[in-house]
């Protein structure tokens, strides 16, 4: 039976258009990749009533449940109504399942909840943000990673976001043993030397990872009370010319990332190429339409970046590069 579907209006609605005939798959989202058990019931039902039993884990850590009939659409809808509720997804009318599917769910490693080597709470600032710009059906990816060892692969999106501390070293504490600059040199930069029985450390050469503090057994190293993060912009996958980000800021504050990513929606709305499909057009690709100096003019309006900040002024992104003929450059 042949059925005329609405692709557009269903991959607004969050369902993935699906190569069985009559079929789609409802695309969960899940802000940070923190879900409730009583939520992931609720997405067990859905599959079981509604779907074919399976669930498929994104690598955006959200959940697709697939084998769903098109007509079922509105009671799947339905369904979800409790989970958006309790994922705290920034809509006030949850009747109709999601409103847009564009800026794609927000990724994060599991975060000092978790981790001993993370830095801040990933999982609470990727709900912030989601708060912050979605609902929208703009084609974009943020992701947040706790330290530098970067589990959540955050220079494959448009913005990411890797979590940095200044450490704190009281000298009355520590006791000359030696371990965190042996440690920082076998698992970070070398930032750290025993000068004199006091340790000193490099500033210019310093990440900001914290392996100094997760491995002083004196509690010598501490954290700062400060958050401050590493902004990569502009990672993209794809056929076209896919990119690793490039660090643009360092020891940036949290409220000044939220400010840009705001602004880089007005940003797009601006330039983006009426002739994209479905809206969707890569970042990078509209910054290399109108420049990076005007990217920034928008980025940072209204932004104060704090004085630690770090900012690179001309960023160079590699990657692969094909020309008409398809000749690889």
């Known amino acids: 039976m042949i059925q005329d579907v609405n692709v557009k209006a269903l991959k607004k609605n969050a369902f993935r258009y699906s190569k069985v005939r009559g079929e789609t798959a409802s695309r969960v989202r899940i802000p940070g990749g923190l879900v409730s058990a009583k939520s992931m019931a609720r997405i067990v039902g859905i599959a079981e009533e509604f779907g074919n039993g399976q669930i498929f884990l994104t690598n955006r850590q959200g959940v697709e449940i697939p084998g769903i009939k098109l007509e079922d659409m509105p009671k799947v809808n339905e369904k979800l109504q409790a989970i958006i509720e309790d994922t705290k997804i920034n809509q006030e009318d949850t009747a109709d399942g999601y409103l847009a599917s564009g800026t794609r769910n927000i990724v994060a490693c599991p975060g000092k909840r978790l ?162 499909p479905e809206g969707k057009e890569h970042i990078g690709y509209i910054v290399d339409r109108t420049g990076f100096d005007e990217f920034v003019k928008w980025a940072l309006k209204d932004v104060e970046l704090p004085e630690k900040c770090q900012q690179a002024h001309r960023i160079y992104w590699g990657g692969e590069h094909y020309d008409r003929d398809n000749e690889l450059k």
Request: hydrophobic share 35%.
């Open 115 to 276: 981790c001993p080597f993370s830095c801040y709470d990933t999982t609470a600032f990727a709900q912030r943000m989601d708060q912050t710009i979605f609902p929208n059906n703009r084609h974009v990816k943020v992701a947040f990673t706790g330290c530098s060892n970067d589990c959540a692969h955050v220079a494959l999106n448009d913005f990411g976001i890797i979590g940095m501390t200044e450490p704190q070293y009281d000298l009355a504490h520590c006791i000359g043993c030696g371990q965190c600059v042996k440690w920082c040199q076998r698992r970070s930069v070398s930032a750290l030397e025993m000068v004199n029985g006091k340790v000193v450390r490099n500033e210019d050469r310093c990440i900001g990872c914290g392996v100094c503090v997760v491995y002083c057994p004196t509690r010598a190293w501490t954290r700062s009370p400060e958050h401050y993060f590493r902004l990569k912009i502009l990672g993209r996958t794809g056929k076209q010319n896919p990119r690793m980000a490039q660090d643009w800021l360092r020891w940036v504050d949290e409220d000044s990332i939220v400010k840009i990513v705001q602004n880089t929606y007005a940003y797009i709305e601006e330039y983006i190429n009426p002739q994209a």
